[in-house]
Nanobody
Framework: QVQLVESGGGLVQPGGALRLACAASGFTLDRHTIGWFRQTPGKEREGVSCISNNEGNTYYAAFVKGRFTFSKANAENTVFLQMDSLKPEDTAVYYC??????????????WGKGTLVTVSS
């Protein structure tokens, strides 16, 4: 019943842009802490961005700050990750996740299956 579905991944050239979407079913995203994570083979999953279920505070990892923007479309129960100025090192499977708790950490309750982003010439 509870489901998160990512979309928008694909192949893009360095310096290009992609907009990822995460649609929720079975619960209301606006009442949850929501995070974007990414994982590359051989590396641990890392946090990219997060909006806490508190006062709507938004956090960004240092490696994406100034390039990525986390936004919400509450009426559509969907969140977005606008990714600009993409670099080859951004290549990864991107996941969205959620928890009713108010803290941004890796211990999320709900996870999507991920969408692949490949940045290459």
């Amino acid at each position: 019943q509870v489901q998160l579905v990512e979309s928008g991944g694909g192949l893009v050239q360095p310096g290009g842009a992609l907009r990822l979407a995460c649609a929720a079913s079975g619960f209301t995203l606006d009442r949850h802490t929501i995070g974007w994570f990414r994982q590359t083979p051989g590396k641990e999953r890392e946090g990219v961005s997060c909006i806490s279920n508190n006062e709507g505070n938004t956090y960004y990892a240092a490696f994406v700050k100034g390039r990525f923007t986390f936004s919400k479309a509450n009426a559509e129960n969907t969140v977005f990750l606008q990714m600009d100025s993409l670099k080859p090192e951004d290549t990864a499977v991107y996941y969205c996740a959620a928890t009713p708790r108010e803290v941004c950490d890796p211990w999320m309750d709900y996870w999507g299956k991920g969408t692949l982003v490949t940045v290459s010439s």
